[in-house]
């Protein structure tokens, strides 16, 4: 073998120092490439945020009236359906109200009875009235007649000036009896409409007063309901802080009833992250409760209509000397496929990352009507156990009303109700 064929062996063999120098730039070319592949096809269609949190409606339960509780039928963590019973105040100051405001509309509607009845009496008064001035005209007409006869009388001597005196004595006592008569019909005319102004255009049950101590009544009907606090909705309760035996006011915060079939997302991106998130994008969230092994899909809903920092208990007041700019944050919220969460259930207040995928741009920045439209639908129906349960209370009020009236009504004549 030639001294230059040994020569050319190590060269061909290589150098290892920079064979190792050139796959450590081979790695790091091809990781460029994929990150360069991966920000290009997924990534620029991505926005990332791990700043989210599940959130839902926390309806805190308080009473509408004061009293003492003598009974709690939920505890914390309870599942609760709309209008099982939780809290039970003493209802009895309000059953004692409630029997005083119906003696109170017994006793208007039999007050307001009477009233109607004076009307006939107060006709027949101005009758008798008016008969009197007949009477008192055809005396004045008599009298008038034999003072003239006299007066014609007395210059024959036939007729004494004694007798055409006495005859203008009963003159004047006959127009007297006739203004005397005409006053007595004024009197019971304005007592006529005094009695009248009372019951125009009214009948027994529309009086003003039968009103007024019906609406007594139903006011009382209603803070004897309120006693039995129930629940509003389906849910789970927390924060109870009631306890039997409490007096407590109206207002005071008994417990929460938390609708976890119904939590959403608050996402809060930053803000040049929200350049192109648009309504009704999809989006995918991992929780931390789970982990990565449960994905929920979701879609974003709608933009707040302003920054964390703008809605907070202080607001920062950025024209003050002493600022510092602060990247701020937008919360957007997202909705869940309901199915997923019966299956994975979830807690207020959970931390969650959401990726929304925001490759379509066709979606608008702002809520549009018809999505309004479809949360009001939501909501309406989220609340309507709460609105047949104040109508059915109303419809009650109504017939304890009704009854009391008829009973003290019984027996008043129609006409005379209606007039």
Same mark, same amino acid.
């Given at each position: 073998?030639?001294?230059?064929?040994?020569?050319?062996?190590?060269?061909?063999?290589?150098?290892?120092?920079?064979?190792?120098?050139?796959?450590?730039?081979?790695?790091?070319?091809?990781?460029?490439?994929?990150?360069?592949?991966?920000?290009?096809?997924?990534?620029?269609?991505?926005?990332?945020?791990?700043?989210?949190?599940?959130?839902?409606?926390?309806?805190?339960?308080?009473?509408?009236?004061?009293?003492?509780?003598?009974?709690?039928?939920?505890?914390?963590?309870?599942?609760?359906?709309?209008?099982?019973?939780?809290?039970?105040?003493?209802?009895?100051?309000?059953?004692?109200?409630?029997?005083?405001?119906?003696?109170?509309?017994?006793?208007?509607?039999?007050?307001?009875?009477?009233?109607?009845?004076?009307?006939?009496?107060?006709?027949?008064?101005?009758?008798?009235?008016?008969?009197?001035?007949?009477?008192?005209?055809?005396?004045?007409?008599?009298?008038?007649?034999?003072?003239?006869?006299?007066?014609?009388?007395?210059?024959?001597?036939?007729?004494?000036?004694?007798?055409?005196?006495?005859?203008?004595?009963?003159?004047?006592? $006959?127009?007297?009896? #006739?203004? !005397?008569? +005409? &006053?007595?019909? @004024?009197?019971? /005319?304005?007592?006529?409409?005094?009695?009248?102004?009372?019951?125009?255009?009214?009948?027994?049950?529309?009086?003003?007063?039968?009103?007024?101590?019906?609406?007594?009544?139903?006011?009382?009907?209603?803070?004897?309901?309120?006693?039995?606090?129930?629940?509003?909705?389906?849910?789970?309760?927390?924060?109870?802080?009631?306890?039997?035996?409490?007096?407590?006011?109206?207002?005071?915060?008994?417990?929460?009833?938390?609708?976890?079939?119904?939590?959403?997302?608050?996402?809060?991106?930053?803000?040049?992250?929200?350049?192109?998130?648009?309504?009704?994008?999809?989006?995918?969230?991992?929780?931390?409760?789970?982990?990565?092994?449960?994905?929920?899909?979701?879609?974003?809903?709608?933009?707040?209509?302003?920054?964390?920092? $703008?809605?907070?208990? #202080?607001? !920062?007041? +950025? &024209?003050?000397? @002493?600022?510092? /700019?602060?990247?701020?944050?937008?919360?957007?919220?997202?909705?869940?496929?309901?199915?997923?969460?019966?299956?994975?259930?979830?807690?207020?207040?959970?931390?969650?990352?959401?990726?929304?995928?925001?490759?379509?741009?066709?979606?608008?920045?702002?809520?549009?009507?018809?999505?309004?439209?479809?949360?009001?639908?939501?909501?309406?129906?989220?609340?309507?156990?709460?609105?047949?349960?104040?109508?059915?209370?109303?419809?009650?009020?109504?017939?304890?009303?009704?009854?009391?009236?008829?009973?003290?009504?019984?027996?008043?004549?129609?006409?005379?109700?209606?007039?």
């Amino acid at each position: 073998m030639s001294t230059s064929t040994i020569n050319a062996l190590p060269d061909q063999a290589g150098n290892p120092k920079r064979k190792k120098a050139l796959s450590i730039i081979s790695i790091v070319v091809l990781l460029g490439l994929a990150y360069g592949g991966y920000e290009w096809f997924i990534g620029r269609n991505q926005e990332l945020t791990d700043n989210a949190y599940v959130q839902a409606n926390v309806i805190q339960i308080t009473p509408q009236i004061g009293g003492t509780v003598i009974s709690v039928a939920a505890d914390d963590t309870d599942y609760v359906q709309a209008g099982q019973v939780l809290v039970q105040l003493d209802p009895s100051d309000a059953k004692t109200a409630l029997e005083q405001a119906q003696a109170n509309l017994a006793q208007v509607v039999r007050q307001v009875r009477s009233v109607y009845a004076n009307n006939n009496t107060l006709q027949a008064q101005l009758a008798v009235r008016q008969a009197d001035i007949a009477k008192a005209q055809t005396e004045v007409a008599r009298a008038q007649e034999d003072v003239s006869r006299r007066q014609a009388l007395v210059a024959t001597g036939a007729v004494s000036k004694e007798e055409l005196a006495h005859a203008n004595s009963l003159l004047i006592n $006959a127009k007297n009896n #006739l203004t !005397a008569a +005409n &006053a007595g019909v @004024n009197a019971a /005319k304005q007592q006529l409409n005094s009695n009248q102004s009372m019951t125009d255009g009214t009948d027994v049950q529309t009086h003003p007063n039968v009103l007024i101590a019906a609406a007594k009544v139903k006011e009382a009907f209603l803070a004897l309901k309120r006693t039995t606090i129930t629940a509003p909705a389906n849910g789970y309760v927390a924060k109870r802080s009631i306890q039997i035996g409490q007096r407590v006011p109206a207002g005071v915060p008994f417990m929460a009833v938390i609708p976890l079939q119904d939590v959403w997302v608050d996402a809060n991106f930053k803000e040049v992250q929200l350049r192109q998130i648009r309504v009704g994008q999809p989006v995918t969230l991992i929780a931390d409760l789970y982990g990565s092994k449960v994905e929920y899909k979701g879609k974003v809903l709608g933009l707040s209509a302003g920054t964390g920092a $703008a809605f907070s208990l #202080l607001p !920062a007041q +950025n &024209a003050t000397g @002493n600022w510092i /700019k602060v990247v701020q944050r937008v919360p957007v919220r997202i909705a869940l496929d309901p199915q997923q969460i019966t299956e994975h259930p979830l807690r207020v207040g959970l931390s969650m990352e959401a990726i929304v995928d925001v490759t379509n741009q066709s979606g608008a920045v702002l809520t549009n009507p018809a999505a309004n439209a479809a949360q009001s639908a939501k909501a309406k129906a989220m609340n309507e156990a709460n609105a047949q349960q104040v109508l059915s209370f109303d419809a009650q009020a109504a017939q304890e009303v009704q009854k009391i009236i008829t009973a003290n009504l019984a027996a008043v004549p129609a006409k005379q109700s209606a007039q």
